[in-house]
Each structure stands twice: as C-alpha cells, then as structure tokens.
Nanobody, 122 residues
Framework: QVHLVESGGGLVQAGGSLRLSCAAS????????MGWFRQVPGKEREFVAV????????HYADAVKGRFTISRDNAKNTVYLQMNSLKSEDTAVYYC???????????????WGQGTQVTVSS
C-alpha cells in the first residue's frame, strides 16, 4: 500500500512554469513506476508522463513533450513534474499514480493521489 500526495499546483500565466511534487508514504516509491495524469471536467483522465523505477527511462505525451520533465528522488520518496512554457490547454487537475509497469493508460496504475489544480491563464 502507498499513499500519494500531490502539491505545487496553482495559477500561472501562459509561458510560465510550475513544479509539481508527489510525496509517497507507506511502501517505498522505488518499488513502483510513477506516472502523472491530468483531467478536465467532462473528459477522461489523460496520460502526461511516466518514469521507470530507477529514473532511467521516461515517456511523455506528445502534447507535453519538450516542455514537461518527469523525475524522481527515491531517497526522498518523491516524484516531480517540471512544467515549462505552460499553455492554457494545460489547465487541469494533475494526478500522480503508482504502478508496476510503464503504462500510458490510467487503468494500469494501482494507487492515485488526490490531485492538484493547475490553471494557466492566457
């Protein structure tokens, strides 16, 4: 069992940056593949990025490639999402998730945080 808590969301102007954090408690986060997803009202949860157990491999959605960076610090039991050059279409609730395999589908993850709101004003 692992408990995930996201933080770092907020309101930012287009072109700005935010860094989201996902702190894990319970079982060590190094046992899991970690992903970030986002969701807007009325739409399905959307894959953003995923990082392997040791941080050596990452994968991004096309919509964020080149602008977002996922990383992890297993010693701190924390995963990060650095978001640069933000656009209004990045506005969403962002969730971190823990799973056993690198997946882009939300159904492939076992544990979820409560989410953090990111709002990008144009």
């Amino acid at each position: 069992q692992v408990h995930l808590v996201e933080s770092g969301g907020g309101l930012v102007q287009a072109g700005g940056s935010l860094r989201l954090s996902c702190a894990a408690s319970g079982r060590t986060v190094s046992a899991y593949v970690m992903g970030w997803f986002r969701q807007v009202p009325g739409k399905e949860r959307e894959f953003v990025a995923v990082v392997s157990w040791d941080g050596s491999s990452t994968h991004y959605a096309d919509a964020v490639k080149g602008r977002f960076t996922i990383s992890r610090d297993n010693a701190k039991n924390t995963v990060y999402l650095q978001m640069n050059s933000l656009k209004s279409e990045d506005t969403a609730v962002y969730y971190c998730a823990a799973g056993s395999r690198v997946r882009v589908s939300a159904t492939g993850y076992d544990y979820w945080g409560q989410g953090t709101q990111v709002t990008v004003s144009s």
